[in-house]
């Protein structure tokens, strides 16, 4: 009986299997990375709009007081000019307020208050309107109807008004016990009831589409109750317009919660936002002190337009019929 001859499993001639690279080497080559790194006006506001959230993440660190700390501010050194000029005193380098409060600081507070009240509000409204919207689209018939009359009345309000009767409503059952931070949880409140109503539509739409194709079909065939289908199967085809409204409405909330803070139904001026810091100037734009205002404002400005630009790129890039 002759030796078997056992191949050479270094022969340079045999197929090479390439290891995957995982998810990230996947989401590397994806379309939506290719379009993402072709756009150089979209990568810089991505920049932009990290560099805000960094900034409020180490506002601690990189603050040279803390604004909300009345033992830190003295009287004596408000409405000191920016350093650049020529009464501008250092470290104030966007000069100080009223109450002797650093601009740059109070911007770097303002931003982290302005923008828990805005994530926080988009993933209340995303979670609120995705579950209505599940719920309407799949079950159908009066719950559905129930749940879109509803949406179709919040649709005749804009959203502004929404917040404020909420938050109106809050401040006249809890009166003088509502501190900032429960003010801060109303703001939340208030924003995620005002936009629920475009995810539970978007979502709705969508699953009313999906749940007549043949992978829902088979699962209800096999048993799996109706909360995993819509959980597990529907809701992760409908993903791409959540995340498009979710990325708009990040910016529709700060400027609501800007709004309420300037209209004086907002966070209060001993833990301000970006909106309290601009009513705050307002006040003193005419004395000669502008920079009081105008760079909570710029600073508002920038954190808005680089947010709606990348939610314009993100509804073109997952746009199927512009590709």
């Not at 109070?106 to 599940?134: D, K």
């Not at 109503?197 to 799996?224: C, F, P, W």
């Amino acid at each position: 009986m002759s030796d078997a001859v056992v191949p050479d499993r270094t022969d340079s001639n045999a197929p090479s299997v390439r290891p995957d690279g995982g998810w990230f080497r996947r989401a590397f080559e994806s379309d939506l990375f290719y379009s993402f790194r072709r756009s150089r006006l979209t990568m810089l506001a991505a920049a932009v709009t990290v560099l805000f959230f960094l900034l409020a993440i180490f506002a601690s660190v990189l603050a040279v007081q803390n604004p909300f700390d009345p033992a830190q501010l003295q009287l004596m050194n408000s409405r000191i000019s920016p350093l650049w000029t020529a009464d501008g005193q250092s470290p104030f380098l966007l000069g100080t307020d009223e109450q002797g409060r650093d601009v740059f600081s109070a911007i770097l507070y303002g931003l982290r208050i302005s923008l828990t009240v805005g994530v926080l509000g988009v993933v209340l409204a995303g979670v609120l309107g995705i579950t209505l919207g599940l719920i309407a689209g799949y079950v159908g018939g009066a719950v559905d109807s129930v749940i879109m009359r509803i949406a179709d009345v919040q649709l005749t309000f804009p959203a502004i008004l929404i917040a404020l009767l909420v938050n109106g409503v809050a401040k006249s059952i809890l009166g003088n016990r509502l501190d900032a931070m429960s003010t801060l949880v109303v703001l939340v409140i208030a924003i995620g009831l005002s936009f629920w109503v475009q995810y539970a539509r978007t979502v709705r739409g969508s699953v009313m589409v999906e749940k007549n194709k043949d992978y829902v079909a088979a699962a209800q065939l096999i048993g799996l109750p109706a909360q995993k289908i819509m959980l597990r199967h529907v809701l992760p085809n409908t993903m791409g317009p959540i995340l498009v409204i979710a990325t708009i409405n990040l910016a529709l909330a700060i400027i609501t919660e800007a709004t309420l803070s300037f209209l004086g139904s907002g966070m209060p001026d001993t833990m301000p936002s970006l909106g309290t810091l601009i009513r705050i100037g307002n006040n003193y734009l005419f004395a000669g002190e502008w920079w009081i205002v105008a760079f909570p404002g710029l600073a508002l400005a920038g954190l808005i337009l680089s947010i709606n630009l990348l939610g314009d790129w993100l509804r073109d890039a997952l746009n199927p019929k512009l590709r």
